[in-house]
């Protein structure tokens, strides 16, 4: 009886063994290729944050009479946030703050690209901030694609006069907190125009306040209240608000640290959603020698 093999015949077996084996190598390459890419990707990324966090200012003007302190966190690698603050072409502080719409890579391109404009027109010798703010309009909304948009804050301070000049182009309102007795006003700086890029040609209104001795001016972006815990519950704004008052007397830099840190503790742990940006100014009493102009180091303040 003959009997018939199940086993394949050794030419059969020898070429599954060696399909198998040029299918592994083919695998085998094809994961360290995408292994390759999603390095590329992540050192491309680390050298865009690079980039943008030069964007942050590394030097301050030290004004007479404003003690002041900011700090920006990214949520991701990149950030949609932007703020400056710079000399004025007249000798007045410059402050600038601002949130472009979307995450990610193409939110920040388009944030370097605002930062490269308020820069630039800084310099000029227009005295109306309506004005600049109607040309940064006109230029961010030729690159801006359709869908996205930038909310912007500029300011101009005169430190001798205590004036703040301003344009809120449709963001987060910045609050003035004056104390009277025992409790404080607020004072809103209201939007003066519609969010930047999305309109073409907008129209924009100036606004003008006189800052005291003892005035705190808070400018901030949406992700410092909307900081939430593992349930989702945000932090929100009347938290954010009585933090600031609760430290109101501290130093700038104090208060700033400190809104943060109550911020991060009833987040308690859970992934920055957003991008956060805070900047506190307190009004003093000018000292007269003190030089107008005279930069600081913020690395070097940061670190003190």
């Not at 404009?117 to 359709?146: N, Q």
Request: net charge negative; glycine share 8%.
């Amino acid at each position: 009886m003959t009997r018939i093999s199940s086993l394949p015949s050794g030419n059969f077996y020898a070429a599954d063994c060696a399909a198998l084996a040029s299918e592994n190598d083919r695998l085998i390459a094809a994961l360290a290729s995408e292994a390759a890419e999603r390095q590329k990707f992540y050192s491309e990324l680390e050298l865009a944050r690079t980039v943008q966090e030069r964007i942050f200012p590394t030097v301050r003007p030290v004004i007479p009479g404003l003690d002041y302190f900011a700090d920006w966190r990214p949520a991701r690698e990149v950030s949609g946030d932007y703020i400056d603050y710079f000399e004025m072409s007249n000798g007045n502080l410059g402050l600038a703050v601002g949130d472009v719409s979307g995450k990610g890579v193409p939110a920040a391109l388009l944030t370097s690209s605002l930062h490269s404009m308020i820069r630039a027109l800084r310099l000029a010798k227009s005295s109306s901030l309506r004005m600049l703010v109607r040309t940064i309009d006109k230029l961010f909304a030729e690159i801006c694609p359709d869908t996205c948009y930038a909310t912007l804050f500029v300011s101009e301070y005169d430190p001798e006069s205590g004036q703040l000049r301003y344009v809120n182009a449709g963001h987060e309102p910045p609050f003035i907190l004056r104390r009277h007795g025992n409790h404080f006003q607020t004072v809103f700086l209201e939007s003066g125009g519609p969010v930047i890029g999305m309109l073409h040609d907008a129209s924009y209104r100036e606004g003008v306040v006189t800052l005291r001795p003892g005035d705190l001016l808070v400018a901030y972006t949406d992700g410092v209240y909307e900081s939430a815990n593992a349930s989702g519950e945000q932090w929100g704004w009347p938290r954010f608000q009585e933090t600031v008052e609760s430290c109101a007397d501290e130093p700038a830099r104090e208060i700033v640290e400190g809104v943060l840190e109550c911020a991060d503790a009833f987040s308690c742990g859970a992934p920055q959603r957003d991008d956060v940006t805070l900047w506190v100014g307190r009004v003093q009493e000018a000292v007269a020698e003190t030089p107008r102009w005279r930069m600081e180091s913020v690395a070097e303040l940061v670190a003190a």
